[in-house]
């Protein structure tokens, strides 16, 4: 087998399994187990009852790092294999900056950085070594979506940032005026009002810091009916996008499996086709089989052979 073969078939083992791929997808189980250990490993070696069990976590650590960087380094070897113009060298940058590039690079960094730099903050390279949680984005598309989400309807978003901000400051100001000369202590600055400001806007309310005062008690009181008005407009612009988001994917599904049925069959390929399209979307297999047989049983189509769409 060609050089070129070998870093193809490694490409298309750690992009996302798909279709008929099952190597890929048992690469794609393996790598989310691993992540899943080496994050938990992170969590529970804080515990002072498991300090007996440290030598263990420490193993696990190496052995999570050792694949960790083995991944990297076969994703920036095969990344001129991403389809585009660019030269290799220019694709292998652009991974090792992207999102995803930088992701796995601080997965293993601190365990490298502890390791030839002794003497380190401990307690910072953990925090950093919980990072790898993200590397799970490479097989799962939530951070990806909520990211689309905001991005449609960014205006929207921004729109209620802007009420959020202005409802900040205006009940900050307030606050600090009517309580500063009563609780100097919590309302020694505007500044210090914001944090009560902003605990109450959020409706998580502490407790730690209250008003005492008429007037305080009455701009608390509008505090809170503003920050539950505000967060509902913000979570329904959100669950809002991510519907839509969900509806044109039904739509460019919908089109493909029309497009796959004018020749009244549907070939091998364009199955293979269908269920890359069906995992990127995130839709079950029921879903996309109703959509199929929806596709079907309409008059245009009457003349399919196959009956569904996994046969």
Known sequence: MKIQQIQLRCYQLLQPGAGKDVASKYVDRFLSFLIVLAVSCSVLETMPELAPYSLHFRYTELLCVAFFSVEFLARLWTAPCKSGPDSPNKKRSRYLFSFYGLVDLFAILPFYLETWIPGLNLTFLRVVRVIRILKLSHYNSAIQDLWEAIYDERKAFLSSIYILAIALLLTS?????????????????????????????????????????????????????????????????????????????????????????????????????????????????????????????????SHVTRSNLSD
Not at 238 to 245: E, L, P
Request: hydrophobic content about 45%; overall charge negative; aromatic content about 10%.
């Open 173 to 301: 100001f307030g606050m600090y005026y009517a309580e500063s000369a009563v609780q100097p202590e919590k309302f020694s600055s505007i500044p210090q009002a914001m944090w009560w400001s902003i605990i109450t806007l959020t409706t998580v309310g502490y407790g730690d810091v209250s008003p005492v005062t008429a007037i305080g008690k009455l701009i608390g009181a509008a505090t809170a009916i503003l920050g539950v008005c505000t967060l509902a407009l913000l979570t329904g612009i959100v669950a809002n996008s991510f519907a839509a988001q969900m509806s044109r994917r039904r739509t460019i599904f919908e089109a493909a499996i029309r497009k796959a049925l004018e020749d009244g069959e549907l070939s091998l390929q364009e199955r293979e086709v269908l269920e890359h399209l069906r995992d990127e979307y995130n839709l079950t297999r029921e879903h996309a089989e109703a959509i199929f047989q929806k596709c079907v049983s309409e008059r245009a189509y």
